[in-house]
C-alpha cells in the first residue's frame, strides 16, 4: 500500500514538473522583438536614463500631437491615426516605460510621477514646447496629469476611456493588491490568455484577431516586460483626482466606446464634472481600444476636435 502511494505521488511529481515545463514561457531574445516590431533603429531614443522606443512622424514644423498608450499596450495601438493625422500634424507616439520594445525602466520607477518626468524630459529632447495630448486608459491619466500640472505644455487634451477614479470598494492613497495569478505570469504566458485578457476591451470580437494577440503577446515577452507590468500594477497608489482635475485649462475632448468592458461609459460624467468645458463623444458598437477597433469613425472626432 505505502509502495503504491509512493509510486502515485511520484507520477503526480513529475507531471506537475513536466506540466510547468510545457507551459513555461521565457522571454524572447530582444532582437527577435526588434526585429519584427521596430521600424528603425533610430526609433530608439535614451530619455531621462531610459531607452524609448519612439516613432515621430509628420512634418516637424506641424502642430505636436503626443500618444500615450495604456496598460499592457504599445505605440502599435496609433498606427491608423498615426498614418492619418501625420498628413498635417507631426505625430509622437511612444511605448512608455516598462512596455513594448522601450522595456524596463532602470530606476524600477513605474509611477505616475516618473511617467511624468519622461514624458516632459521627452518632450523637451525633440524640441517641443506644447503639444496636444492623446491618451487611452492609464495614457490618459498620464494626459491629464500632464494637463493639470504643467498646463502650459499641453494645448489640447483627448482622453480615450481614461483611468483615474479609484473602483468601488478600493480608496485613494492605498497599495494595489496584485493578484497571485497576475504575478504567475512572468512564468507563463499561454496565447489563450492574452486573448481571454483583451477580449473586454473589444466590443466586436471579430476585431480581435490572431494578428493582434500576437503583437500584443510577443512584446509582452519583450526582456523584462512582465516583471515591469507587474511593477507599475504595484505601484499604482492613485490619489483623488478631484482636485488636478479641477485645474484643466486645456480645451478637452472625451473619447468613449458605449460597449467599453474595461472602464464603462458611465464614468464620464465624473470628468464632465471636474473639467471646465469638457465635452463627451460616445462611440456607438466601440470598447475600450476605439482606436484599434473602429480607427476610421473613431478619428472623426478627434480630427474636428484639433482643428
Not at 106 to 135: F, H, N, Q
Not at 178 to 186: E, G, K, N, Q
Not at 243 to 261: C, F, N, S
Amino acid at each position: 500500500m505505502k509502495l503504491a502511494l509512493v509510486i502515485v505521488s511520484l507520477a503526480i511529481a513529475v507531471a506537475l514538473i513536466a506540466g510547468a515545463i510545457w507551459l513555461y514561457t521565457p522571454d524572447k531574445a530582444r532582437s527577435v522583438v526588434e526585429a519584427r516590431y521596430a521600424d528603425a533603429p533610430t526609433d530608439f531614443v535614451e530619455v531621462a536614463g531610459v531607452r524609448l522606443h519612439v516613432r515621430d512622424s509628420g512634418p516637424r514644423d506641424a502642430p505636436a500631437i503626443v500618444m500615450l498608450h495604456g496598460f499592457g499596450s504599445s505605440l502599435h495601438t496609433w498606427e491608423p491615426w498615426a498614418g492619418a493625422l501625420s498628413r498635417d500634424r507631426r505625430v509622437i507616439r511612444f511605448d512608455l516605460p516598462g512596455a513594448g520594445l522601450t522595456g524596463p525602466d532602470p530606476t524600477g520607477d513605474y509611477s505616475d510621477r516618473r511617467s511624468l518626468e519622461v514624458l516632459i524630459a521627452l518632450m523637451d529632447r525633440l524640441g517641443v514646447a506644447r503639444a496636444s495630448l492623446i491618451g487611452n486608459s492609464i495614457g490618459g491619466r498620464i494626459a491629464w496629469k500632464l494637463a493639470a500640472e504643467k498646463p502650459a505644455r499641453v494645448d489640447r487634451l483627448v482622453l480615450i476611456s481614461p483611468d483615474g477614479f479609484a473602483s468601488p470598494g478600493a480608496g485613494y492613497g492605498q497599495l494595489p493588491d496584485v493578484p497571485a495569478s497576475f504575478r504567475l505570469l512572468r512564468f507563463v504566458l499561454p496565447t489563450a490568455f492574452v486573448r481571454m485578457s483583451l477580449g473586454p476591451a473589444y466590443a466586436d470580437p471579430s476585431r480581435l484577431t490572431d494578428d493582434v494577440v500576437t503583437r500584443y503577446r510577443d512584446l509582452m515577452l519583450a526582456p523584462g516586460v512582465r516583471d515591469a507590468m507587474i511593477a507599475r500594477m504595484e505601484q499604482a497608489v492613485l490619489v483623488d483626482p478631484d482636485p488636478l482635475l479641477r485645474r484643466i485649462q486645456a480645451p478637452t475632448l472625451l473619447l468613449w466606446g458605449e460597449k467599453d468592458a474595461m472602464i464603462p461609459i458611465a464614468n464620464a460624467a465624473d470628468y464632465l464634472s471636474r473639467i471646465a468645458g469638457a465635452q463627451l463623444v460616445a462611440l456607438p458598437g466601440l470598447g475600450h481600444v476605439p482606436q484599434e477597433e473602429g480607427p476610421t469613425v473613431s478619428l472623426e472626432p478627434v480630427r474636428d476636435f484639433l482643428k
